[in-house]
């Protein structure tokens, strides 16, 4: 224990120094230069590390590398983003509008949310600007996919530029406002948090939606009916043959989608077949559509399970949730090897008595016991303690001892008499009315380790041995890790309250929207399992650590999840969920609802046309969550795993698999109470009636 407090690791192969620096007095200046002394020396001796760290160096080290954050890794995935929204959309001068769109989107997001942090007593944490860039990339360019693709049927169709935009706005347009009213009610459910900035990653997360969907929805067609000439020639298709769904005429006889020989229909202007059709044309059927949701759901529980294992890490406040780089590395190797005060924050407990002196014999026999029972309550070693009342080994002392040793002024004072000295002004108040206990935590002071701890010291000072005569003495306990561990449990109480009123709220909507009862229980199985799932694979990476293999930093085992994660991630996988099913539930509601058409049909037909865009819609998503992962910043690249896995998993098996077999399965159950028999009473085996 000595040579720990001294500098050595138990393993003899680092040592540490330590440098106290007054924060009351500007130290910036002071910190760089040990940072370059330390990286110098580091160079000089090659046979050794050098590493300079503390919370000071990691928060000047994060700041310097801030700004690169924003130009680099926040930006890694717009190259692919650029070269797929090209393919995808077919005109290179139609990727003006989705930078457009986004410069506008980040200019008044930015704007507002400075607003708001000057404005109101909103905290806003420092990665909020990063969390509000990825949303604004993310969605602009996303949304404004979903229109321009539009755009282009309509216009590839021989539709003129108005007509085109006219019809953008009233299918694509509609799913972009609605989704984005979902996002941003999502979001905005956070403000029922305030701790630790979550209310203002809600706040500035749903200004950052919502300037994306004014931007999309007005920019963008006010942009193409301006120079309609620049915008309407030079494209051309890729990928399917182009069509026009909400111009389609539907003359008698005409051939279902099914029955129609690769890509020749007389009568009716269809999409071209493609692996979507084939693939929805099976999970549609007779028994896949059956199979599959026992399938896809079966696999989804192991990960569901999983999420009710998850370890909930802290740290948010405290020294391991900044950047992943060879500061915090450093540091957090310190806090698990150096159990010194001064490294790490003990966990202080201060006995206090009325106003009368510590140094009675009643006194030190509670505070001696009551630091016994500790040991037994939190499982600390006894040399992890360190007070007035007793030795180190929690040897407890006599008052008359502990005078003597204070008032000695002579020369022969022994070793444990000038230790005792030493710390009488750091653990006694200056008018001896209270002193004060530390416990050096032989694990990281923001672990869940810590907050077993926590709970157990709390559950021990409900217990303290009062004197039997005397002054009461009364015992307040503290540490940084405190009001993370209370801000989790206030979180968490209200998360309940909170995630259903704002479910319900989402599924009263869309049910509105569609006029459809039955949308909330196809949801139940489309969006909340596979939310879950998604966050039980987190706790597969971050706490089990199934990716190491991988050598990805930004996967590497962390031991949990912080406890932020989950209730700030939930409600955006929850809209980007919703995102995608409401752009596929829409193509089928206007084939069966607008153009009476069979559902099995409708739906084969809607996956053929929204499968390719839902598909590079969700790659785009994808890369412009990259930059979490490619960053530093531990908490960012939890965020950014759960983005990415959470959109590509939505994209290519529940939108692909499991939504079209639930739909092709319910049948006119999915429009209930809207009465569709007239013209479903053709099932989804049987020959529709058109």
């Known amino acids: 224990y000595q040579r720990r407090v001294h500098g050595i690791a138990p393993d003899n192969k680092s040592m540490v120094f330590i440098v106290r620096v007054d924060t009351n007095q500007p130290s910036d200046d002071l910190i760089r230069k040990m940072r370059d002394i330390a990286d110098a020396t580091s160079k000089q001796y090659s046979d050794y590390q050098i590493t300079a760290t503390g919370r000071l160096v ?53 704007a507002i949310g400075y607003g708001v942090l000057t404005f109101t007593s909103i905290n806003i944490p420092d990665f909020v600007p990063e969390i509000m860039l990825f949303l604004s990339m993310a969605l602009s360019i996303d949304y404004n996919f979903f229109l321009l693709t539009r755009y282009q049927e309509e216009l590839k169709s021989g539709a003129s530029v108005p007509e085109s935009v006219q019809c953008m706005l009233l299918s694509s347009g509609k799913v972009v406002l609605v989704s984005g009213i979902l996002l941003v009610i999502c979001w905005l459910a956070l403000i029922f948090f305030p701790v630790f900035g979550v209310d203002g990653i809600g706040v500035g997360s749903a200004i950052s939606i919502a300037m994306a969907i004014v931007m999309n929805i007005v920019l963008t067609p006010t942009v193409l009916l301006t120079f309609p000439t620049f915008f ?13 769904l909400c111009r389609r005429s539907k003359p008698e006889g005409a051939v279902r989608l099914l029955d129609v020989p690769d890509g020749n229909d007389p009568t009716l202007s269809k999409p071209k077949p493609s692996v979507y059709t084939t693939l929805a044309k099976a999970v549609t059927g007779n028994p896949w559509n059956i199979m599959i949701p026992v399938v896809v759901l079966s696999l989804l529980v192991p990960g569901v399970v999983y999420l009710f294992n998850a370890e909930l890490m802290t740290g948010i406040n405290g020294s391991t949730s900044g950047s992943s780089d060879a500061t915090t590395d450093a540091f957090t190797s310190v806090v698990a090897n150096f159990r010194s005060p001064v490294v790490s924050t003990p966990f202080a407990l201060i006995l206090e008595t009325n106003g009368t002196s510590i140094f009675t014999e009643d006194y030190f026999q509670s505070a001696c016991k009551f630091a016994l029972q500790l040991t037994s309550s939190t499982g600390l070693g006894k040399y992890l303690f360190a007070g007035m009342t007793f030795y180190p080994g929690l040897e407890c002392i006599n008052v008359t001892v502990a005078k003597n040793w204070i008032h000695d002024a002579s020369q022969n004072c022994s070793t444990a008499c000038a230790l005792y000295k030493y710390y009488y002004p750091t653990y006694t108040s200056k008018d001896e009315s209270s002193s004060m206990i530390t416990m050096t935590a032989p694990f990281d002071p923001f672990s869940e380790d810590a907050f077993r701890l926590i709970k157990n010291t709390r559950d021990a000072i409900k217990s303290f041995p009062q004197p039997q005569t005397g002054s009461k003495i009364k015992v307040s ?3 940084p890790a405190m009001s993370e561990s209370d801000a989790k449990d206030f979180a968490f109480k209200r998360f309940p309250y909170v995630l259903v009123p704002v479910i319900a709220l989402v599924f009263i909507t869309i049910s509105v929207r569609f006029r459809a009862a039955f949308i909330p229980l196809k949801l139940l199985f489309t969006l909340a399992m596979p939310v879950m799932f998604v966050l039980g694979s987190a706790v597969w990476v971050f706490q089990y650590g199934i990716l190491e293999w991988t050598h990805i930093n930004a996967f590497k085992k962390t031991g949990g999840l912080f406890w932020l994660e989950p209730i700030t991630t939930v409600f955006m996988l929850i809209g980007l969920a919703l995102d995608y099913d409401i752009f596929l539930f829409e193509r089928v509601y206007e084939l069966v609802v607008k153009e009476r058409r069979n559902t099995r049909e409708s739906v084969i037909e809607a996956v053929t046309v929204t499968g390719p865009v839902i598909s590079a819609a969700g790659i785009i998503m994808a890369l412009a969550f990259l930059g979490m992962v490619v960053g530093t910043n531990k908490f960012l690249n939890q965020m950014g795993y759960i983005m990415i896995f959470g959109v590509l998993m939505d994209t290519y098996i529940i939108r692909v698999l499991l939504v079209p077999s639930l739909l092709s399965l319910a049948g006119w159950i999915n429009f209930w109470p809207r009465k569709v028999e007239e013209y479903e009473k053709s099932t989804a085996w049987g020959p529709a009636r058109l």
């Open 232 to 244: 309407s020639s030079g494209g051309f298709v890729a990928g399917e043959k182009i069509f026009a």
């Open 477 to 479: 306990f503290y540490h």
């Open 58 to 110: 990691i928060i000047q080290t994060q700041s310097d590398v801030s700004g690169k954050g924003f130009a680099l890794a926040n930006g890694s995935g717009l190259p692919f983003i650029i070269l797929l929204f090209w393919f995808r959309v077919g005109s290179f001068r139609l990727l003006i509008l989705p930078g457009i769109a986004l410069g506008t989107t980040l200019i008044f997001s930015y």
